[in-house]
């Protein structure tokens, strides 16, 4: 949320999406700057657990049926407890696709 911010990209936190039958709150739905189209971020923070994993999966379907593609309008990070997200990797993906 704070490099969002930082670079005045407009987002909601824990926004309702409907998709399908299903109402789901992405982390973040993230309206681009220029184009206005929108993007929804899923961070995956506890992939060392297995229910979790399989929650993953099971959210990352839903998204995909519905037309919505992880790397084009899905963003998708993930982290361990050996492995965490560092706010370097979150300003190179800001970059990559808002700036």
Same mark, same amino acid.
């Given at each position: 949320?704070?490099?969002?911010?930082?670079?005045?990209?407009?987002?909601?936190?824990?926004?309702? %999406?409907?998709? =399908?039958? #299903?109402?789901?709150?992405?982390?973040?739905?993230?309206?681009? +700057?220029?184009?206005?189209?929108?993007?929804?971020?899923?961070?995956?923070?506890?992939?060392?657990?297995w229910?979790?994993? %399989?929650?993953? =999966?099971? #959210?990352?379907?839903?998204?995909?049926?519905?037309?919505?593609? +992880?790397?084009?309008?899905?963003?998708?990070?993930?982290?361990?407890?050996?492995r965490?997200?560092?706010?370097?990797?979150?300003?190179?993906?800001?970059?990559?696709?808002?700036?």
């Amino acid at each position: 949320a704070h490099c969002l911010f930082m670079n005045q990209i407009p987002f909601r936190y824990e926004c309702a %999406l409907q998709l =399908g039958q #299903k109402t789901i709150f992405p982390d973040f739905t993230i309206r681009h +700057p220029r184009s206005g189209r929108f993007y929804y971020w899923e961070h995956f923070g506890m992939m060392d657990d297995w229910d979790y994993q %399989l929650k993953t =999966g099971n #959210k990352l379907r839903l998204y995909i049926t519905n037309g919505i593609v +992880p790397t084009v309008q899905l963003i998708t990070t993930y982290e361990t407890l050996d492995r965490p997200l560092g706010p370097d990797v979150i300003e190179k993906i800001v970059k990559e696709y808002f700036l």
